[in-house]
C-alpha cells in the first residue's frame, strides 16, 4: 500500500486586510466649492487689477526745480549784498538811446548810484546815495542844468524815495536784494535764459502777491558766481554790466556839496503858457 503523503504544515501568518480595488476621492459639496473658488481666483484677481486705478506718476519735479532755482537766487542775491565794487552799467531802453550807469557799493555799506537823465522829463541828470547821514539825491551838471552839482537830503539812509523822485535804476542794486533773500517774499523764482549780452546765471522773477504793488519789479536777474550783478531785465528797461568792475571805496561820496532845496522830480516841468507870456508882456 502506498502511503499517503500529507502537506507539510504551514505556519499561520496573522490576518492581512484584504486589498480593496482603488476607489476615486468622493467629489463631496466642499470640495466641489473649493475646486471651483480656485479655478475662479486667478481671474477675479485679474478684474480687480484691471478695475483699479492707475498708479499716480511719480511726484512732479518742477516745484523741487523751482525750490531749487529760489534758493540758487536767494544765495547769489545775498554774495552780492556783500559784494562791494565800482561798475558801469548800460540801460537800454526801446526808442531811447543807451545811457550808462554808474554803481557804487562802498565797503562801509553806503552806495551811490549815477543815472543819466532821470529827472525834469530826462534833462537832467542825478546821482542817488545813501550814507550813514541820509539818503541823497544830487542834481548833477547836464546841459539843461549847467550849475555845478549839489545835493539835497530827502530821507534817512534806508528810506524809500517818492514815487515822484523815484527813477527806480537804483533798487535792483540796493533794497530788491533784501527782497530776493527773503524765503517769505511773495515770489515765483525759475530759471530764465540771459539777456542779450548778460552773463551768469540768470532766474526769471514773478510775483504771487495779489496786490497791485509788487515787493519788487518782475523780470530777469542775473548774477555772477561771485555776487556780482550782471544783468537785469525789468519794465524800465535792460541793465547789463559794461565791463570788469572796480574795486570798492572805502565810503562814497556825495556828488557835491548838501543844501537846502527841493529834490528832482522825474517829470517833465510844465509847459510855460504862452499866452501867459504875452500876457506878462503887455504894458
Same mark, same amino acid.
Given at each position: 500500500?502506498?502511503?499517503?503523503?500529507?502537506?507539510?504544515?504551514?505556519?499561520?501568518?496573522?490576518?492581512?486586510?484584504?486589498?480593496?480595488?482603488?476607489?476615486?476621492?468622493?467629489?463631496?459639496?466642499?470640495?466641489?466649492?473649493?475646486?471651483?473658488?480656485?479655478?475662479?481666483?486667478?481671474?477675479?484677481?485679474?478684474?480687480?487689477?484691471?478695475?483699479?486705478?492707475?498708479?499716480?506718476?511719480?511726484?512732479?519735479?518742477?516745484?523741487?526745480?523751482?525750490?531749487?532755482?529760489?534758493?540758487?537766487?536767494?544765495?547769489?542775491?545775498?554774495?552780492?549784498?556783500?559784494?562791494?565794487?565800482?561798475?558801469?552799467?548800460?540801460?537800454?531802453?526801446?526808442?531811447?538811446?543807451?545811457?550808462?550807469?554808474?554803481?557804487?557799493?562802498?565797503?562801509?555799506?553806503?552806495?551811490?548810484?549815477?543815472?543819466?537823465?532821470?529827472?525834469?522829463?530826462?534833462?537832467?541828470?542825478?546821482?542817488?546815495?545813501?550814507?550813514?547821514?541820509? =539818503?541823497?539825491?544830487?542834481?548833477? %551838471?547836464? @546841459? #539843461?542844468?549847467?550849475?555845478? *552839482?549839489?545835493? +539835497?537830503?530827502? &530821507?534817512? $539812509?534806508?528810506?524809500?524815495?517818492?514815487?515822484?523822485?523815484?527813477?527806480?535804476?537804483?533798487?535792483?542794486?540796493?533794497?530788491?536784494?533784501?527782497?530776493?533773500?527773503?524765503?517769505?517774499?511773495?515770489?515765483?523764482?525759475?530759471?530764465?535764459?540771459?539777456?542779450?549780452?548778460?552773463?551768469?546765471?540768470?532766474?526769471?522773477?514773478?510775483?504771487?502777491?495779489?496786490?497791485?504793488?509788487?515787493?519788487?519789479?518782475?523780470?530777469?536777474?542775473?548774477?555772477?558766481?561771485?555776487?556780482?550783478?550782471?544783468?537785469?531785465?525789468?519794465?524800465?528797461?535792460?541793465?547789463? =554790466?559794461?565791463?570788469?568792475?572796480? %574795486?570798492? @571805496? #572805502?565810503?562814497?561820496?556825495? *556828488?557835491?556839496? +548838501?543844501?537846502? &532845496?527841493? $529834490?528832482?522830480?522825474?517829470?517833465?516841468?510844465?509847459?510855460?503858457?504862452?499866452?501867459?507870456?504875452?500876457?506878462?508882456?503887455?504894458?
Amino acid at each position: 500500500m502506498h502511503a499517503h503523503h500529507r502537506p507539510a504544515h504551514r505556519p499561520r501568518t496573522p490576518d492581512r486586510p484584504a486589498l480593496r480595488p482603488h476607489q476615486p476621492h468622493r467629489r463631496t459639496p466642499e470640495r466641489l466649492a473649493l475646486g471651483a473658488l480656485a479655478l475662479a481666483l486667478p481671474a477675479l484677481l485679474a478684474a480687480c487689477t484691471a478695475d483699479q486705478p492707475a498708479a499716480p506718476p511719480p511726484d512732479d519735479p518742477a516745484p523741487v526745480a523751482v525750490d531749487a532755482a529760489r534758493d540758487e537766487l536767494a544765495g547769489l542775491a545775498a554774495a552780492a549784498q556783500d559784494r562791494h565794487l565800482t561798475a558801469r552799467y548800460t540801460l537800454r531802453r526801446d526808442g531811447e538811446a543807451d545811457r550808462v550807469i554808474m554803481v557804487t557799493s562802498a565797503n562801509d555799506g553806503s552806495w551811490r548810484v549815477d543815472v543819466p537823465g532821470a529827472a525834469l522829463g530826462g534833462t537832467v541828470d542825478i546821482s542817488l546815495a545813501a550814507t550813514s547821514a541820509g =539818503l541823497f539825491q544830487c542834481a548833477l %551838471p547836464s @546841459p #539843461a542844468r549847467p550849475e555845478p *552839482a549839489s545835493c +539835497v537830503r530827502v &530821507g534817512d $539812509p534806508d528810506d524809500v524815495l517818492p514815487r515822484r523822485l523815484d527813477p527806480g535804476v537804483q533798487h535792483p542794486f540796493t533794497d530788491w536784494l533784501d527782497v530776493l533773500t527773503d524765503s517769505r517774499a511773495p515770489l515765483s523764482v525759475s530759471p530764465a535764459t540771459p539777456p542779450p549780452g548778460a552773463t551768469g546765471s540768470c532766474y526769471s522773477v514773478e510775483s504771487t502777491s495779489a496786490s497791485l504793488n509788487a515787493p519788487l519789479g518782475v523780470g530777469i536777474y542775473c548774477f555772477e558766481q561771485d555776487g556780482t550783478p550782471s544783468a537785469v531785465r525789468i519794465d524800465l528797461g535792460t541793465i547789463t =554790466l559794461a565791463g570788469p568792475p572796480a %574795486p570798492a @571805496p #572805502a565810503s562814497v561820496a556825495l *556828488a557835491g556839496p +548838501v543844501v537846502d &532845496g527841493e $529834490p528832482l522830480g522825474t517829470a517833465a516841468p510844465p509847459s510855460p503858457d504862452p499866452s501867459a507870456s504875452a500876457s506878462a508882456g503887455t504894458p
